[in-house]
């Protein structure tokens, strides 16, 4: 069955320290791949999206991901996290790229920053 | 800057109530999606519309149905409200097709049903 899956389901890293938080997929061909954000009390937010072409994708607020064909990932990074990163995390394919735009979440990883 | 807005932000039934949840974009969008959210789960498509009355199942639609009478608004209802019902109900707006599949979200209604 087609699934996206983001193993980590806590991570804790501490203020300044870099970031990387998995994303997985199962899909034949190459998907849209998207992050999005998620702060307490809020709705999801757009990070950055990859469709095709360079694999390194930069985002809002610092973030970028890099698609991995041969791993079938999209691994979002960051350098230097700050106390305002702290927020929960879902990766999202879309393998249809089609009219509907459906897209299948992640379970999400939830980011806590330590000072 | 584009909006999209839900009815509610809290909001507690009692079993066996209907209920409607409401949700109205600006963005003259094509595609609207409910979706609701459970810890450890994510979140799941409940149903979807690419069009003033057009919808489709999600991959969680029992218990729900959907209305889109126009183009900016899609109402989520729940004709009888039961305990595992309780969840985050986000809804989601994006135009149609190709490079602009990007979805956009509202802040949600937590909906509690006791």
């Known amino acids: 069955a087609q699934s996206v899956t983001q193993p980590d389901i806590h991570i804790t890293v501490s203020e300044g320290a870099s970031l990387e938080l998995r994303c997985n997929y199962s899909?034949?061909?190459?998907?849209?791949l998207f992050w999005y954000v998620q702060s307490p009390g809020q709705g999801l937010q757009l990070l950055l999206k990859?469709?095709?072409?360079?694999?390194l994708v930069q985002g809002i607020k610092g973030f970028e991901a890099e698609f991995k064909r041969s791993q079938s990932s999209f691994n979002l990074r960051k350098p230097s996290v700050h106390w305002s990163d702290a927020a929960e995390y879902f990766c999202a394919v879309d393998h249809l790229g089609g009219a509907t735009n459906k897209l299948i979440f992640g379970t999400g990883t939830l980011l806590a920053v330590q000072p | 800057d584009v909006k999209v807005t839900q009815s509610s932000r809290y909001l507690v039934k009692r079993t066996g109530e209907k209920v409607f949840l409401e949700c109205v974009q600006d963005m003259d969008h094509e595609n609207m999606f409910w979706y609701r959210q459970d810890p450890g789960l994510g979140l799941r498509l409940i149903y979807f519309s690419y069009d003033v009355k057009m919808k489709e199942k999600g991959d969680i639609p029992e218990g729900y149905s959907v209305s889109r009478e126009k183009k900016e608004r899609f109402s989520l209802i729940l004709e009888s409200a039961s305990t595992n019902q309780t969840s985050m109900y986000l809804c989601?707006?994006?135009?149609?097709?190709?490079?602009?599949?990007?979805?956009?979200f509202g802040p949600g209604t937590r909906l509690t049903v006791l």
């Open positions: 899909y034949g061909a190459t998907p849209y």
């Open positions: 989601a707006s994006s135009l149609a097709g190709g490079l602009n599949n990007e979805q956009f």
């Open positions: 990859y469709f095709s072409g360079d694999t």
